[in-house]
Nanobody
């Protein structure tokens, strides 16, 4: 089970940190990440990380602004979002898989958290 939090309303250029707490065994979350869906758009992968090895993936649209990090002791993955833009406005979802494939084949999804960036 995945529980996401940390969304909110922020002005352009501001920052937010999303948190995703995973319950279960580490084998269930070999790869975990964040996806987002804006109104009228398809869901897209934002950033992912493997629970071992710290391999990361970032979409081009967030590279250099967002940072993903995991804390295995707390079963938590964070997404630090800086220099936010109005186009980052979306519902953000935490998702995971047990195959360690980055941002693909996610079979465990949490409830989304709304991020709104005002211009």
């Amino acid at each position: 089970q995945l529980q996401a939090s940390g969304g909110g309303l922020v002005q352009t250029g501001g920052s937010l940190r999303l948190s995703c707490i995973a319950s279960g065994t580490e084998d269930d979350y070999k790869a975990i990440g964040w996806f987002r869906q804006a109104p009228g758009k398809e869901r897209e992968a934002v950033s992912c990380i493997r629970s071992r090895g710290n391999n990361t993936y970032y979409s081009d649209s967030v590279k250099g602004r967002f940072t993903i990090a995991g804390d295995n002791a707390k079963n938590t993955v964070y997404l630090q979002m800086n220099s936010l833009k109005p186009e980052d406005t979306a519902v953000y979802y935490c998702a995971a898989n047990s195959r360690a494939t980055m941002c693909m084949g996610m079979n465990n999804w949490g409830i989304g958290t709304q991020v709104t960036v005002s211009s």
